[in-house]
């Protein structure tokens, strides 16, 4: 249910003292048992149980160190448990098989860690434990291409990622890396060309001045695009014309300059549009264009250090190793036409934001099937001496949205559905669906559409996110807007659940009071829940695996129902009961709250 472990491995996160984490405390106890009996501290990891009839938490390092020491495992594990002796956290210890250490705490200590986290409005998640600035490149949609199904993971992975990384006390710059310099500015320009010669822009002795307002809308693009885009891949000469256009606009030509800003200016305007009704925003939007100069200047260096070299007319740059097991091909820099190219872009890219943000890491948000072309541009950096080994390069690919017939999704008709359409689709269905379940019928129409809004953007996010970020998924949004089940609709109830008991324990007059030791098992397994959202913060970064928290925030509802299900707040007739079971819920609307914002989720007051 939970994440069974505390990060291993190599980690972007720095070491905390004191992450406040029930698995955290353990470890740093046993931690220091191991190392008191002559062994390394990291033998002492402590992990959820995943026997929890036997026990709440596990230490399985004897068995490790048996190996290396050569000294039978339950031994090492009764010496463990000897040196940790008797301790105020703890209420149970006993080696199981070849020597796990089986681990319980103590009620009275849940109660006091929860009152601690309580009182801390990150509940208990430290911050600043992430050294350096962190760039983050999501999103990267194209100039007058509509964005479609296809942009939705990078776009909700890549800002639950800015969110995650500011939370934890990184300065974080998003950077929605625009595609407007490729070829297929040179295949609008050639189409309007055909279209509309008449227009000033096509004169190749012009130098403006130009109409001020554009030659054509978003519409009229999104119209336009595709076909040209079909005529250059079925006409030769069309796509020779094309890149021809191309490489006059990267040149400067002043009509097809002005063409072009048209052409982002309107797309921005619609993109910006989308982004915002999927709940996603960029500090930048810096588009490949912006490295135009750069390009130039990279790859003239590159030639005079004598790393780019000549092949077949284009130039490349190698980054093959010794010791690869597969072919890497060398980066493409520039065509044999003078046209630069993604990897040339890219390492402008690099260049700027390590002399501009000074980053100790860039993540870049992309199809998983670009994980060749990361690679080659990451390793041309290095060689390049763009970035340094210091700095973490890091490309955090995902897999595919897919259709019912486990191809990429698409609507009935066959087509790519765009953002725009899905999202309005969603929204419109989470509002149907609600009438279906009776949610929300009393509020005003105006509430009800923000309360469907919130719904439809839950179920979208949380069923991208639930999945581990290089897994493919099926789209099925009417299991997505179910209200049961692991499902972002079912987190907002839990919480809106919440809301609704202290709503009316607010209208009879009664507070929260101090948490108190648990006195049954829905008590107890709610407050171990509340204890582990920090361990669940800190590795959905440091594994760049979202999923770790959707994990936690679905365990967490889980056992607040069970907990409403066994435990009747508003009718306990222990006063002191009753408060300490008012300040536990609303600890879990916090850490709730808290941890649905990270994933990009609104809670309603009401449903």
């Keep these: 249910m939970y994440f069974a472990g505390l ?42 149980s995943q026997r929890p009839d036997l026990c709440q938490f596990q230490c399985n390092g004897a068995l490790a160190v048996s190996k290396a020491a050569r000294q039978n495992p339950r031994e090492i594990a009764a010496r463990v448990v000897d040196t940790v002796g008797s301790r105020e956290e703890l209420s149970h210890m006993s080696i199981a098989g070849p020597g796990f250490i089986n681990i319980n705490l103590a009620p009275s200590f849940l109660a006091a860690h929860l009152r601690d986290v309580a009182r801390d409005p990150r509940c208990g998640t430290p911050a600043g434990v992430i050294p350096g600035k962190v760039v ?24 639950c990622f800015s969110n995650l990384f500011g939370f934890l006390g990184s300065p974080v710059v998003s950077d929605n890396h625009l595609g407007d310099w490729g070829t297929q500015m040179g295949m609008l320009i050639c189409a309007l060309a055909e279209m509309h010669p008449e227009l000033p822009y096509f004169d190749a002795g012009s130098r403006g001045p130009y109409p001020g307002q554009p030659p054509v809308s978003i519409e009229e693009l999104e119209a336009i695009y595709p076909e040209a885009n079909r005529r250059c891949k079925a006409d030769p000469e069309a796509m020779a014309r094309a890149q021809k256009a191309t490489v006059e606009l990267q040149n400067g030509r002043p009509g097809y300059v002005a063409l072009w800003k048209y052409f982002v200016d309107v797309s921005v305007e619609r993109l910006k549009a989308d982004f915002e009704k999927l709940g996603v925003a960029f500090d930048r939007w810096l588009g490949e264009s912006f490295y135009q100069k750069r390009m130039e200047d990279l790859v003239a260096r590159l030639k005079k250090q004598g790393l780019a070299k000549e092949s077949e007319g284009a130039l490349v740059l190698p980054v093959s190793r010794d010791g690869d097991t597969r072919e890497i091909p060398p980066l493409m820099l520039m065509k044999s036409d003078g046209a630069f190219l993604y990897g040339t872009s890219d390492l402008a890219t690099l260049e700027f934001r390590m002399q501009e943000f000074n980053p100790s890491e860039i993540i870049y948000v992309v199809d998983i099937r670009q994980s060749l072309h990361f690679e080659q541009v990451f390793r041309a950096a290095r060689r390049a001496g763009i970035v340094p080994e210091s700095v973490r390069l890091e490309h955090a690919g995902f897999g595919t949205v897919n259709g019912p017939d486990g191809r990429p999704f698409k609507t009935r008709e066959g087509d790519v559905m765009q953002l725009g359409d899905l999202l309005d689709m969603v929204y419109a269905r989470a509002y149907e669906r609600m009438v279906e379940a009776g949610v929300a019928q009393d509020r005003p129409e105006d509430e009800k ?9 839950a179920a979208l996010r949380f069923a991208d996110l639930q999945n581990h970020r290089t897994s493919d998924y099926v789209f099925d949004i009417e299991k997505f807007l179910q209200f049961e089940g692991k499902t972002g609709p079912y987190l907002l109830y839990s919480a809106v659940r919440i809301k609704s008991i202290l709503r009316n324990a607010a209208e009879k007059r009664l507070s929260p009071g101090e948490i108190a030791a648990p006195q049954s098992d829905a008590e107890q397994n709610l407050m171990l829940a509340l204890g582990h959202l920090p361990a669940s913060v800190r590795t959905a970064a440091d594994t760049l695996a979202p999923n770790v928290l959707c994990d936690w925030a679905y365990g967490l509802a889980q056992q607040f129902n069970r907990f409403y299900r066994d435990c009747h707040v508003l009718r306990e007739k222990d006063a002191r009961r009753q408060g300490s079971w008012l300040a536990l819920i609303r600890l879990a609307l916090d850490e709730l709250t808290l941890a649905l914002g990270l994933l990009g989720m609104e809670i309603p007051d009401r449903m």
Excluded at 20 to 48: K, M, P, Y
Excluded at 136 to 159: F, S
């Design 449 to 457: 559409r923000d309360i469907a809004r919130k719904v439809g953007l």
């Design 136 to 159: 983050i490149d999501y999103g990267g949609p194209n100039v007058a291409k509509p964005m479609h199904v296809g942009h939705l993971r990078n776009a909700i992975i890549g800002q």
């Design 7 to 48: 990060i291993s491995g190599t980690q972007r996160l720095s070491p905390t003292p004191a992450m406040a984490s029930f698995q955290a405390i353990l470890t740093d106890i046993f931690g220091a048992a191991f190392a008191h009996c002559g062994f390394e501290r990291r033998f002492g990891q402590v992990v959820i």
